[in-house]
């Protein structure tokens, strides 16, 4: 069983940057496929980048938005610049044992709780 906990929304201007954090408990964290998705009011939650051995962002992010991980801390952190007021939605962290290059929710077993990005215009 995993727990995963994100911080780091907040709200901030459109061309502005936040980094969000989400750390989980166990001790295999580097084992896990790890990804973050995102769910705005009335939409079905997206992907937005994950990170195994390689790293993959939805094309409606890249190159603006960075997944990393620190084995160590049992983190990873999404480094969003450029931010416009699409990006406004709850963002979630989640998990996958194994490697994974699934963008499906369904296949992620572990979830956090959230965190809300509000870019305002």
């Known amino acids: 069983q995993v727990q995963l906990v994100e911080s780091g929304g907040g709200l901030v201007q459109a061309g502005g940057s936040l980094r969000l954090s989400c750390t989980a408990s166990g001790r295999t964290f580097s084992r896990y496929t790890m990804a973050w998705f995102r769910q705005a009011p009335g939409k079905e939650r997206e992907f937005v980048a994950r990170m195994s051995y390689t790293t993959y962002y939805a094309d409606s992010v890249k190159g603006r938005f960075t997944i990393s991980r620190d084995n160590a801390k049992n983190t990873v952190y999404l480094q969003m610049d450029s931010l416009e007021p699409e990006d406004t939605a709850v963002y979630y962290c989640?998990?996958?044992?194994?490697?994974?290059?699934?963008?499906?929710?369904?296949?992620?077993?572990?979830w956090g709780q959230g965190t809300q990005v509000t870019v305002s215009s």
């Open positions: 989640a998990a996958f044992y194994g490697s994974t290059s699934a963008a499906r929710a369904s296949v992620y077993d572990y």
